[in-house]
């Protein structure tokens, strides 16, 4: 959350910064800023509101200056007003900085802060850094001497750094270094692109790739000084480090939107490619198995794993779920699943063999990393199903497979979903087959798996008629979603995509729990959404249907092809294409995504910009 750019090259900055914070909007955008240096002097604008307010705010400023530091904002301490955006200068005006994460020991800091007669302006914790700084910077700390090797600003940054409890992405000047930024991590992702005489810093690579395909990922507890004439890199206990330079992987065009309204629309409609790329070599129909590069090392381990954990947050952790299914159903391997949020904090019992899976997208979600670290100091071995490449999560995991869909911007997740099913179903097959599932049953889920893309394809050629039941329904308050078996974590995927961009009131469950208590929300009209697809729930949710209907309830129902039957419980019917129970998550998730994208759009919001969101959640 928050994303941070910051440019030092022979270009003016200003167009840079703001075109780098357009790309970084959808980590945050409840408030934006920039600094500029010229001349010893440094320019902060900063307003609430989206970059497009700054854009306008900035309009005017005609400065040539080729260096700058910028900000978007997802509020942690604070409320998002002009004050507490960044970028935040010191006491003594002399450094500015903009920060992504949080700092714990924020309040004890701005307490000695303050009786040594240090004034703030804002709320943030962030404010608490760039004093701190200031403060070293100024020379009140007297009790430590800068070593001649090195600068003033770098002596007191690395001083600073070194008193905080917490996680920080970092670009900072100061007005006496012309030339010169410096920038940090610790638990927020922090990419330094090296251009042709310029460098761009960014929280992710979305802001570099037009400059530059070159980066360097910095580490935890590293940072980088960067001036005009090159850059080092080092620890911030001050040891200096060689890092390589690495490939940023992606291109231009796959984040820019083309010629969709929405990148979630993009996104959706890009399933059917994105799929044929995660299983593009890997899926291999000739031999009846899979190959995943990325544990051919560990898959003994895997093979023999007693129990495997699979964790993550949000959408992750639904995949997460049918992944369970599908592990304790194809490979027979115990499985359970959960929230990183929760893992991090019980004393989960991981003995030898037990396997530990995380999911993530971006790769940077706080609460998967810190769930990552507690199950690798008890000794198991982890497993990254990440998306975004040299994503902290892929560099500190013991193998990984890449999901391989490109770039996800809109804050809701789709494609990245998709594949992450996709990968866990092709990690319970090859899993299966080692184990005991004969040839047969291997080769024909592979065929399956294989018709993914197409059938996805048929699926989107529904949108319209997925907007007319938006249409009819989108005005309501209240829905619920339901499944059974594989499809009731799709009914609890469906219901977080209509709440978070929509903000209307959804419930997924497992169709069956309806009558223990959420039954007595159904009134004349909840829609009721229900993946009722032929296998061996069929029958069973025919009757949580009924159930609805003789209470009023509308029910909006997702159907396998050809099931006639079906068509007199639907108010509204969706048809999808026949797979078997363990791949239908992959399909039925396809129209509930539509399904809440008109329904958004039909309330006017912005589907990829949702309230209170942010794409990665980078803090606790
Ligand atoms: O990047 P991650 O997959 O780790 O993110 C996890 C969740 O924050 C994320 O899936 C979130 O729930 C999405 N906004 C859902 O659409």
Request: aromatic share 6%; net charge negative.
């Amino acid at each position: 959350m928050c994303g941070i750019v910051a440019y030092l090259g022979q270009k003016r900055a200003l167009p840079i910064l703001l075109e780098g914070l357009k790309r970084l909007e959808y980590r945050g955008y409840d408030s934006a800023g920039v600094s500029l240096y010229k001349d010893g002097e440094v320019l902060t604008s900063k307003t609430k509101g989206r970059i497009s307010e700054l854009e306008k705010l900035t309009s005017k400023n005609k400065t040539d200056a080729t260096m700058g530091i910028g900000h978007t904002r997802w509020a942690t301490h604070g409320k998002p007003n002009e004050i507490n955006s960044h970028p935040h200068t010191d006491f003594s005006n002399k450094i500015t900085l903009v920060h992504n994460g949080i700092i714990e020991n924020y309040t004890t800091l701005k307490k000695w802060l303050v009786s040594k007669g240090v004034e703030f302006k804002s709320d943030t914790d962030s404010e608490v850094i760039v004093n701190l700084i200031g403060y070293l910077y100024s020379g009140y700390d007297s009790d430590c001497e800068i070593p001649d090797t090195q600068d003033k600003f770098e002596w007191a940054v690395q001083r600073a750094l070194n008193k905080l409890i917490g996680s920080y992405g970092l670009a900072i000047i100061c007005s006496d270094y012309p030339d010169s930024i410096i920038c940090a991590r610790k638990g927020s992702p922090l990419i330094l692109g090296v251009g042709d005489n310029e460098y761009i810093i960014a929280s992710d690579a979305s802001a570099i790739v037009e400059h530059t395909k070159q980066a360097i990922y910095l580490s935890d507890n590293e940072m980088a000084i960067i001036n005009r004439d090159g850059f080092k890199t080092l620890t911030i206990d001050n040891i200096e480090i060689t890092k390589d330079l690495k490939d940023i992987e992606f291109s231009l065009e796959e984040i820019e939107l083309s010629s969709y309204d929405h990148y979630m629309l993009k996104e959706i409609f890009e399933q059917p490619e994105a799929l044929e790329r995660c299983f593009g070599g890997r899926v291999q129909l000739g031999e009846s198995k899979i190959v995943l590069g990325g544990i051919t090392d560990m898959a003994r381990k895997l093979t023999r794993a007693k129990k495997i954990i699979i964790t993550g947050c949000g959408t992750a952790w639904h995949a997460g779920l049918i992944g369970e299914y599908m592990l304790e159903q194809l490979a027979r391997i115990p499985t359970e699943v959960e929230y990183a949020s929760e893992f991090r904090y019980r004393n989960p019992i991981i003995e030898d063999g037990t396997v530990v899976i995380a999911v993530s997208q971006s790769g940077e979600t706080a609460d998967t990393l810190a769930a990552i670290e507690m199950a690798k100091e008890r000794g198991a071995i982890v497993l990254g199903l990440v998306n975004v490449v040299g994503s902290t999560i892929s560099r500190m995991t013991d193998a990984g497979i890449y999901l391989r869909v490109g770039p996800e911007i809109g804050v809701a997740s789709t494609k990245a979903f998709t594949a992450q099913v996709a990968v866990l179903a092709m990690l319970a097959i090859e899993l299966g087959r080692r184990r005991h599932l004969s040839n047969l049953e291997a080769a024909s889920l592979l065929k399956e798996l294989d018709s993914i893309p197409d059938k996805t394809r048929s699926i989107l050629k529904q949108s319209e008629h997925i907007k007319t039941i938006a249409e009819e329904n989108y005005e309501q308050n209240n829905w619920l979603f339901m499944g059974r078996g594989f499809n009731y974590p799709t009914a609890l995927e469906g219901a977080l995509k209509l709440k978070e961009i929509s903000y209307i009131h959804a419930e997924g469950l497992a169709a069956a729990e309806m009558k223990h208590g959420p039954i007595a929300l159904i009134t004349n009209g909840t829609p009721a959404v229900f993946i009722a697809t032929l296998g061996s729930h069929y029958e069973k949710i025919i009757s949580n249907i009924e159930e609805v209907r003789a209470r009023g309830g509308k029910t909006i129902v997702i159907a396998t092809e050809g099931d006639e039957n079906i068509k007199a419980f639907a108010d509204h019917l969706i048809s999808i294409p026949d797979v078997p129970d363990s791949l239908q998550p992959l399909l039925a998730v396809v129209p509930l995504q539509l399904l809440a994208y008109h329904s958004a759009l039909l309330r006017g919001l912005d589907v990829d910009k949702p309230r209170n969101l942010a794409k990665s959640v980078t803090v606790e």
